[in-house]
Each structure stands twice: as structure tokens, then as C-alpha cells.
């Protein structure tokens, strides 16, 4: 955790970088059949956040990604990533429907934060994250949360109330954007990367907070290496976890212990 | 005597229209300004009424009063008083703002739970503080929310909570964002045992809070006025490039955009909590 000043602020603009992999990019590589299913069955489809069936090793499993885009044209039309209400209730309906059909169920969050539009507070932005903590906590199927790049606040935690929460080396997870809490804290925009440091947002800092359960090496980062050693990892760990007679209690201890 | 005799209202309706403020208010006595209606009252007045302008506007409420507003007289026993914060991440400036929280509030922490009866009915509750850190949660509040349902879970209480809070307390980074998990499991735990949980959300109701054990109850109340939102006004009017009109994220609003179940102002509450209470029998015993 010795970490400098320029470390960690460093690693939150690594993160936001638009070049690197995206739900999309982990989903086609490491998955294959994917079959995208659209729409909360409320109110809209949001293309922040892409959910479906794929097969992982050839067994069917759920999987729940932001998507940011790469491209300008592709960020805006993924909200940059900042999941609206309507995703977390597309991610909602999905996570029931994995847990009738016995699935497991795969997320990749990389979220700056939940969509903070007029609209994402008259569509209860709050009520819809509340919503899917509360559903991940008693969710019978095992669930992995990996986050792949920015972990914001709770629109990340949204998405992450797991048995297992990986990160990437290179990947950030916060209560709160260095910049918001500069702002707040220090009224002083240019204290971001003090901030940085103090929020212990790094994979490193989460890892030992005991808030992740793993690293993810970024080695070969986009490229068919890397894609098959999460899928190995994920492979393995889903079926260690769906054994598992107590996968329920020891969710339950996990997120208790904090 | 006829000079009194003018003074007084000479009918039913002015009287109860108006508050009875005395004509000439003690200048020694501390008095609230209503951001509402402009007009100054005798703090003693507005403890006496709950701390309801006579305009209706409610200012902040802090946990005790809340606690002698809803609790039936001398119910209720606080619980995991020694469940208190520590600076995990050796966050600066965090000790003294705590220290100055604590002075401010004569609170020890964010959240003050317990159990008593409400209306007759045995309860669990919380009651969460404005004057410390304006409720921010950090380890020790979500350990006090978590051990409260656990509480009631155990003895087969519901649970009535009341929210007040800017969100997550930054100062614990990762580990305050983790409470928001922590607390839900609890919340669906004691929901999955068929037990009853009512949160009433007071001004305000932001961030991290509402995204989580807020929004999580079976019966979500609010009072009047209150603001209740996820992302704070600036970061909208930020992120939309406008101004937000001023009913943003009101309770009124709220109620109509369908996540309020009912608007209760502070007189009505205690009896309208009694009556959802002895709706659900079933609410407080084992299935």
C-alpha cells in the first residue's frame, strides 16, 4: 500500500482509458454463443448495460457487463458507461431469470458511477441499485463480479455484491471519483490525486482491504492469453461455487465481515 | 380585559390557522427562521411541535426527539452504543471532524438503534443523526444498522427506521461502500423471514443511503419536503447542463415518480406507524 502520490491517481486515468477492453470486448472472448436479451420489462432497454446468455467452457451462464464503447459515437451511445435505471432492472430481471434456470451469473463492471441524469433520478436511479443489492444478497446461483476498469461508488457495488469480486491490476474502485471527493472534501479540484491515494482505490488497496478477492494480471491485456486465463479462472471458480451447499451464508459472511 | 378579548381569534378556524406565538417573544430566547415562510419561532415552540413551522415546513429533526416522537414513553433501550468508528485508512482531517461531529451532536455516532414499543407494538428501530456528519455512513453506522436487523431477525421484530443522510462517508473509501452490501443482506434476511420493515426517509436522503437500505423497505415513508435523490443537485444540473426546477428530488416528487409509498408529516406519524404496525400482525412472529 506504499503507494505514491502519482501511482494511484495514475491508475484511475489508466482505467478511464477508452482503449482498453470493454464488457463487449471480455464478453465475445471469453464466452462464447452469446445471445444478447434486451429490455427491463418496465419502461426501456439500456445499451449501458448488456446482459444475455453465453456459454462459458459450454455451460450456459448469465452474463451482466457495462459497456462503455471505444469509439466517441460508441461512448455516447453507452451513456459512457453509466448505467440508467432501466439497466439495473434489465440486470435485475436476468439474475431472476438465471437463478429459475439454475445459472450462474458473470458481471463486468466498469462504471465511472450510476447514470446521474434528470431522468436517472426520476426513474429511482437509488431504488433501482437498492433493488439488486438486495436481490445479489439472497440470489441462490453463484455470482463473480469482475471489475474490469472503473469501479464507481455504488453503481459499480450494483453489480458487485458477489461470492467473488475480482479486479483487474489496473482497475480502480472507489466510494467516490477522486475528483468529487477534491471537490468536497477539500473544496480544491486540484487535489485529485492526494485524493486518489487517500481512497485506497487501488487493486492493490482493495485486495488488502479485503474488499476484492483476487488480481487479475494485466499481461496480454485485449489479447486471446489473456481472455483464456480468465476464462480458465472463471471456469474453475464457478464450479467450486456451485458445489458449494453454503454458497448463501458465506456470501453473507463476506460482505458481514466489513 | 377588552383589549385581550381583540386579540384573541373569534373563531374556531383562525385559531387553529395560525400559531399562537406570544406577542412579544423573549428576546433571550433562541428562535429558527423558516426557509419557508420567512418567519422566526421560539426554538421551545417548535420542540413542542415536533419542529413543524406553523407554515408546515419541517426542519431537521436530530435522533433523540425522534426517539421521544415515536417511541412510546420510556420504551426504548438503545443498543450497540460501543459500536463506534475508527479511522481505518488513516484518513486526514477524519479524527477532528469526527471529534467535532461528536461535540456537536453529543452522539457517538450517526445512528442511534434500539428496541421499544411503538403504539404498544414491539419494534426495532433506528434513527439516523443530521448533526453528526449530516448522517454519513461509514463502518460503525452500517455495523449499528446491520446488528439492528439481526436484532429483530433473531427476536422476530419489524424494524422501523428513519433515514437522514448525505451517503457514504468518503472518509472511509472502500470500506463504507461496502456497509451498502453489508446492510442489504441483512435487510433481505430479515425481509426473507417474512418480518416487516418500514423506513421513513427525512431531509435528506441521498446518495449511498438511498441506494440501498432506504429503498430497500416494505413500506417507504417520507416527510414533507424532504429531498430524497441518489446524485446530488449540482452533480445533475452538472451532468445536464440546466437547472434543475426546484421540486427536484422533493418528496412530493418522489412520491409521484412511484418510489414513496406515503407523505406523513411529524403529527400524524406515531399514529399512522401504529396502525401499519398492527396491520401486520404476522410482521413481528416466526411464519
Known sequence: MNRTVSDAYAAVEAARNSSRPTGLDYISNVFTSFLELHGDRGSGDDPSLVGGLARLDGCPVTVLAVEKGHTARQRQARNFGSVHPEGYRKALRLMRQAQKFRRPVVCFVDTAGAGCGLADEQHGIGQAIAENLKELAGLSVPVISVIIGEGGSGGALGLALADQVWMLEGAYYSVISPEGCAQILWKDPKKVSEAAVCLHLTADDALALGVTDRIIQEKDIGKKPFFDRLRESLSEELQKLGQDPDLLAKRYARFRRF | ?287
Do not use: W
Request: hydrophobic fraction near 40%; charged fraction near 25%.
Open chain 2, 1 to 287: 380585559m377588552a383589549l385581550l378579548h381583540f386579540l384573541k381569534p373569534d373563531n374556531a378556524l383562525e385559531d387553529g390557522g395560525r400559531d399562537r406565538l406570544p406577542v412579544q417573544a423573549d428576546a433571550m430566547e433562541p428562535e429558527l427562521t423558516c426557509p419557508e415562510c420567512r418567519k422566526s419561532t421560539p426554538v421551545s415552540l417548535l420542540q413542542a411541535r415536533y419542529m413543524v413551522c406553523p407554515c408546515g415546513h419541517h426542519f431537521r429533526m436530530n435522533a433523540r426527539q425522534r426517539i421521544r416522537m415515536v417511541t412510546d414513553a420510556n420504551s426504548f433501550r438503545e443498543e450497540f452504543e460501543d459500536v463506534v468508528g475508527e479511522d481505518p485508512l488513516h484518513f486526514p482531517g477524519y479524527p477532528g471532524k469526527r471529534e467535532s461531529a461528536r461535540a456537536a451532536s453529543g452522539e457517538k455516532e450517526a445512528v442511534i438503534c434500539g428496541t421499544g414499543t411503538v403504539g404498544g407494538v414491539p419494534c426495532a428501530l433506528f434513527f439516523m443523526e443530521p448533526r453528526f456528519m449530516m448522517g454519513s455512513m461509514g463502518s460503525a453506522v452500517g455495523e449499528r444498522i446491520t446488528r439492528i436487523f439481526e436484532l429483530a431477525l433473531e427476536r422476530h421484530l419489524p424494524v422501523v427506521g428513519f433515514t437522514v443522510s448525505g451517503g457514504a462517508r468518503m472518509q472511509e473509501g472502500l470500506l463504507s461502500l461496502m456497509q451498502m452490501a453489508k446492510i442489504s443482506a441483512a435487510v433481505r434476511r430479515h425481509s426473507d423471514a417474512g418480518l416487516l420493515y418500514i423506513a421513513v426517509l427525512t431531509d435528506p436522503t441521498t446518495g449511498g443511503v438511498t441506494a440501498s437500505f432506504a429503498m430497500e423497505a416494505d413500506i417507504a415513508l417520507a416527510e414533507p419536503g424532504a429531498t430524497i435523490g441518489f446524485a446530488g443537485r449540482r452533480i445533475v444540473e452538472q451532468t445536464t447542463g440546466k437547472r434543475l426546477p426546484g421540486d427536484f428530488q422533493k418528496a412530493e416528487t418522489v412520491e409521484q415518480e412511484g418510489f414513496i409509498d406515503r407523505i406523513v408529516p411529524r403529527q400524524q406519524m406515531k399514529p399512522l406507524l401504529t396502525q401499519l404496525l398492527a396491520m401486520h400482525p404476522a410482521g413481528g412472529k416466526r411464519r
